[in-house]
């Protein structure tokens, strides 16, 4: 008789509140596409329990697990080792466990750029980073590691901007300046990529950062970190100036695809599990 397992690989999201996540949507669908006998686990955990719940999963001995909001910085104290990028960013949304050990990164920026290279590779380019939150750190560590010349943070509160370029130039060959958000921001001519990295749009199909889209050029990649709705204002108002537009969507299905490479050590189908986001956000832009 063949021998056969009724154990399924573990893996999951430690977060709170975590109900609203679709993560789990994601990776479960690609997981069943490629024939993958392992689940993703959905926790709502709060932070005084965080430490019990990450020896929980080194002794049920998942494959690794996700760190969401507000556990990115908490979660560091449990960790045996960190990747460089998390390292610099000083927060971790990823943990794998390999042999007992827990190894902590962070997929924010890495989701970003995967997303980012299928339309242009950021080495030598000019960067224009609106925000400067959690998503905004990360994506700049990464463009820095990654080549890009020069980024531009840009945010209402200055001080945030000038610690995120600080990391910038401190950790990489890559130069950033930061720059007050006052009233609409211009993008300043030699631009090669804008990057909407706040929450603003987020839900809301016709809200968008205060930015002067007539300062957009023609050539431009212009991407948005929010994934619902995929094709923000933002894009859309970049679209009809000639720029190339790129959807938060495809960061956040890199982040999982990365996720479970790092985990299991495999590749999901990143068009299974856009589709799935998207048919999600009630929207018919899978492609």
Not at 102 to 107: C, E
């Amino acid at each position: 008789m063949t021998h056969r397992t009724f154990r399924s690989v573990l893996t999951g999201s430690f977060s709170t509140p975590c109900a609203d996540n679709p993560t789990v949507a994601m990776i479960e669908a690609g997981f069943r596409h490629a024939g993958i006998d392992a689940r993703y686990i959905n926790c709502d955990v709060k932070p005084e329990h965080l430490g019990e719940a990450v020896r929980g999963a080194l002794a049920m001995e998942w494959a690794g697990f996700n760190c969401s909001l507000p556990h990115k910085v908490a979660v560091i104290e449990y960790l045996d080792d960190m990747a460089e990028a998390a390292r610099i960013i000083g927060a971790v949304n990823c943990v794998s466990i390999r042999d007992g050990r827990l190894i902590g990164d962070n997929t924010d920026g890495k989701g970003f750029l995967a997303s980012l290279q299928t339309v242009i590779h950021p080495a030598g380019t000019n960067v224009f980073l609106l925000g400067a939150g959690g998503a905004a750190r990360a994506i700049a560590v990464e463009l820095g590691l990654a080549g890009a010349a020069h980024i531009t943070v840009v945010n209402v509160e200055k001080t945030q901007a000038d610690i995120i370029a600080g990391l910038v130039r401190d950790n990489t060959k890559c130069d950033a300046t930061a720059q007050l958000w006052a009233g609409e921001a211009r993008i300043p001519d030699g631009t090669d990529i804008v990057i909407n990295a706040t929450s603003v749009g987020f839900g809301d199909a016709e809200a968008m950062a205060a930015v002067d889209v007539d300062t957009l050029k023609t050539g431009q990649i212009v991407a948005d970190v929010i994934p619902n709705p995929p094709t923000t204002r933002f894009l859309r108002e970049a679209k009809k100036r000639g720029c190339t537009p790129l959807e938060g969507l495809g960061m956040l299905v890199n982040q999982g695809v990365i996720g479970v490479e790092l985990w299991l050590g495999k590749t999901l189908d990143a068009t299974v599990m856009k589709r799935t986001l998207s048919d999600i956000f009630n929207t018919s832009d899978a492609e």
